[in-house]
Structure formats: structure tokens, C-alpha cells
């Protein structure tokens, strides 16, 4: 099998990153663990993390991937969706699956399912999400990873992902978004991510909202698990943000951290006196810009903190921080030159994200007008997005990545208008239409900003032939 013909053979399974669907009906547990069992429970032979939530899965997940592949660990890391390859999805020390490997995987499971077909008509069918998890789980068993971080799709609760016990259960910063399929109120939709957390086990959690932090606690008192919560059992100070990533103090309270922690936990330990030796020793740098950045990086911490004392890992301070400066994640407020501007690619697609990515813009960009290039997905809920959005741009321009699910700029339009913004708005059909009109409106000086979509990130980055994470 080539890789061309891996990639049609995973496109004739339902895909429902480009068909609408029903959560609740289609979405169930059966078809993975189906798979799994066809192949003899894979995904016990290495050990694993999970990471859900609704913002910063990504990024988090890729921090503790580099901290570990930098200390020497063999790391494999699960995201979705991917920007432009579908390779991205599957990596292992940073790197992404060979095309040859990808293919070879692909027909060892095309070879088992074929001869499945009688139990196949039991279950519902199988769907493209849970044939590429699939693909991880046996490329991550084959290279007997140390690590496999695993990305939860969506929600946690049905999701091809929690099929895994991992020892860790990551849950980054809940918001509201596909409230469609998740639950219509932050009760609801903690409640699909907290069900990644498994009995006895050990949960680490963004800063919450108090009811989806009362959801999660709840779900840990049930499963007799551990919680550790940024901003109760770890901390991050002197916060700073530039164009060029940011920077932070880390704090454990409570508890006494070992080796390459020891100096970060000191600051509790012995007060302030030792304040200032601390504060050089802890001063940590990421590559991503943003004060979201910096708490995916510090629950990322957290984990690897977790991992060293109840897993037997063992981490060194200078290679914590080395793997953390190395953490570049794509279309994260990923800042380019085109013709002459300052272009910013941001996968901001729902109301909480877009908030925060003017926050960034208004504190990094403060006097420079700002036009954007935004598409999104048709069941997004609009008012929620552009709010933010309107807010602090001088124009905007409408347009649609090539997924099946982009909502039509014409509807786009009307929620514009709707939210009676004052500046020109510009209607496009597809997004090298959109380049083409930002060139002849955007001034020079103005910062141009791609967002809405992950899908139509990936394309951005494909018409600005960005390759830097291949």
C-alpha cells in the first residue's frame, strides 16, 4: 500500500470533521474497543497521557512532549485535527510519522479489518477518527514509547481516546463550544471532559470556572482520584508576554518537589529571603506568544513534576527548559511577514479563544489598525466569536476554508451586521480570494490576522508555503 492509497483508505470511513453528526447516537465506545481487541489491546503496552478541554489541548500536549523528548524519552504524541499533512497527527520526538510507516500501519489494518465483517454489521460503523487513533496506538506500541500523549477530539466521554488508562489526566481551560453536541450550559460540558478521569488515578487542571472546576472535583471525589489545579496545588508568576513567546516563574505549593523541581518548590519552602536567588532559577521561556501559553506550559509542568515523583521518570532542570524554548506549535498566534505586513495565524474558534487573542493583540499591537481574515465552522455560534473580534479590528474579511462544514460568509455577514459594526466588512468566496483583497485594502502598517477556523489556518499556512513544523 503507498501512502496516497493509505490516505484513501482512511477517507472511506465516515469522517466527521466533514460531515455533520449526532453525538450522542454515533459517538460511542464499542467501535474502538472492537478495534483494539482485533489487534490484541495494543494501547497496554506502553503507558499514556490524556489531555481534554476545550482551549490549549494542543499546546499543552506538545509541551510535555518536548520536556520528555528532550530528557531522552522516547515520546509519542496524538493530536487533532492536522493543519495541512495528515501525518502531523501522529509524532514521535517531535517528528512527524514517515510516509512509509504510515502506510505499512495503515494496510496491517486494512488486512485485519477486511476479514472483520460479520462483526462489523454489530457496531455502528467505524469512523476515520477511530482508524487514525488506531494508527497511533499501534506506531506508538511498535516503537515502545516511554510516553504516548494522547489529544483528546472532543469532549472525553465517547471520545475514540478514552479507551486509554493513562496516568494522568489532563484537563486544560473549559469553555463553551459545539453546545450542540456537548450540553448547552459549562455544567454539561465539564461533565464530557471530566469523564476522562479514571479511578484512583491523577488529574491535573487548567484554571477553571467555578462550575467546571465544581464538576471536575466532584468527578475526582467519585473516582477517588488525585487533583492538582493551577492556582491551588501549582502557581505561575511574574508573567510576561512578547512578540516572541513569553516567560514565567513556576510555584509547586503544598508539596515538596524533587530533583529538577527542588529549586522551583523552594520559593514555598524557605519564604522570602530566597525570593530573588529563586526567581533567576525558575525564570522559564516558552516560543508561544500569549497568557494562555503560559498556563498550558505550567499545567504541562505540573505533569512532568507528577510523572517524576509517583512514575519513576527522572528530569533535568536545564533540559526542562530547553525542551519548553523548543515547543513551537503551529497556528498559535504564529506571526509571519507577507508582502510587507505583519500576518498573525491564530486556531481562536470559539468565543473564549477569540477573547483572549484580542487581549494579545491589544497588548502587543496597541496602535497598529487590525484587519481580519475570519471563517469558521456552521455550527459555531457567531455572536460569541465576533464580538471579541469586532471589537478591536478596522475591517474585516469574510471568507470560508474548503471543509464542508465552513459556514457561508454570506451568514457570517449578516451576524456582522447584526452586531452593528462600524468598519468595512468584505466578502470573499475562498481564502486566496481573501489574500488578494487583504493586499489591495490592508495597509502596510496594519497587522493582519487569520482566524475562526483550524481549517482554514492550515490553508493560510499552506498559500504561505509555512513548513516549519514538518
Known amino acids: 500500500m503507498t501512502y496516497s492509497s493509505a490516505l484513501q483508505y482512511l477517507q472511506s470511513f465516515l469522517n466527521f470533521e466533514r460531515i455533520p453528526f449526532e453525538y450522542r447516537r454515533q459517538f460511542n465506545l464499542k467501535q474502538m474497543n472492537s478495534l483494539l481487541g482485533w489487534f490484541d489491546f495494543p494501547q497496554d503496552l506502553f503507558p499514556s497521557v490524556l489531555v481534554a478541554g476545550t482551549k490549549g489541548k494542543g499546546s499543552t500536549a506538545n509541551f510535555l512532549s518536548h520536556i520528555l523528548s528532550e530528557n531522552g524519552y522516547q515520546t509519542g504524541l496524538y493530536t487533532s485535527p492536522h493543519l495541512i499533512d495528515p501525518r502531523e497527527r501522529i509524532r514521535m520526538n517531535g517528528k512527524v510519522i514517515s510516509k512509509s510507516d504510515f502506510a505499512r500501519i495503515v494496510s496491517r489494518i486494512r488486512t485485519v479489518v477486511s476479514r472483520k465483517k460479520k462483526q462489523i454489521k454489530s457496531i455502528e460503523p467505524i469512523t476515520y477518527f477511530e482508524i487514525f487513533t488506531l494508527v497511533a496506538i499501534l506506531y506508538f506500541a511498535e516503537r515502545s514509547v516511554d510516553l504516548g500523549i494522547f489529544e483528546v477530539g472532543m469532549g472525553g466521554r465517547l471520545d475514540a481516546t478514552n479507551v486509554l488508562d493513562p496516568l494522568i489526566s489532563i484537563i486544560t481551560s473549559i469553555s463553551y463550544d459545539h453546545q450542540e453536541h456537548l450540553g448547552a450550559t459549562l455544567n454539561a460540558i465539564a461533565a464530557e471532559k471530566a469523564a476522562i478521569i479514571k479511578k484512583n488515578g491523577f488529574v491535573i487542571s487548567a484554571r477553571q ?168 465552522s456552521r455550527e459555531k455560534q457567531l455572536p460569541d466569536q465576533l464580538k471579541s473580534l469586532l471589537s478591536i479590528s478596522s475591517s474585516i474579511i469574510l471568507t470560508k476554508s474548503t471543509n464542508p462544514r465552513a459556514q457561508e460568509p454570506k451568514v457570517i455577514l449578516e451576524a456582522v451586521y447584526a452586531l452593528k459594526y462600524g468598519h468595512p466588512s468584505f466578502l470573499t468566496n475562498h481564502l486566496r480570494e481573501a489574500f488578494q483583497t487583504a493586499s489591495r485594502i490592508v495597509p502596510k502598517e496594519a497587522v493582519l490576522v487569520v482566524a475562526g477556523s483550524l481549517f482554514l489556518i492550515g490553508e493560510a499556512r499552506e498559500i504561505l508555503k509555512c513548513r516549519k513544523f514538518i
Open 209 to 376: 470556572k467555578p462550575e467546571a472546576a465544581r464538576v471536575i472535583k466532584n468527578e475526582i471525589r467519585r473516582q477517588k482520584a488525585k487533583g492538582y489545579f493551577l492556582g491551588e496545588q501549582f502557581k505561575t508568576s511574574h508573567e510576561k508576554i512578547t512578540k516572541q513567546g513569553g516567560s514565567f516563574d513556576f510555584q509547586i505549593d503544598n508539596e515538596i518537589a524533587s530533583s529538577a523541581f527542588s529549586l522551583l518548590a523552594m520559593t514555598s519552602l524557605r519564604g522570602s529571603e530566597a525570593t530573588e536567588a529563586i526567581s533567576k532559577c525558575a525564570r522559564l521561556y516558552i516560543p508561544l506568544t500569549g497568557n494562555v501559553q503560559i498556563k498550558n506550559a505550567a499545567v504541562a509542568l505540573e505533569a512532568t513534576n507528577l510523572l517524576e515523583r509517583y512514575y519513576d521518570f527522572w528530569f533535568q532542570d536545564g533540559k526542562i527548559r530547553s525542551g519548553l524554548k523548543k515547543a513551537f506549535w503551529p497556528g498559535r498566534f504564529e506571526q509571519l511577514r507577507w508582502r510587507g505586513r505583519t500576518v498573525i495565524l491564530d486556531g481562536a474558534h470559539n468565543g473564549a479563544s477569540m477573547e483572549e487573542l484580542s487581549l494579545t493583540l491589544k497588548q502587543l499591537y496597541p496602535k497598529r489598525p487590525i484587519t481580519f481574515i475570519y471563517g469558521t
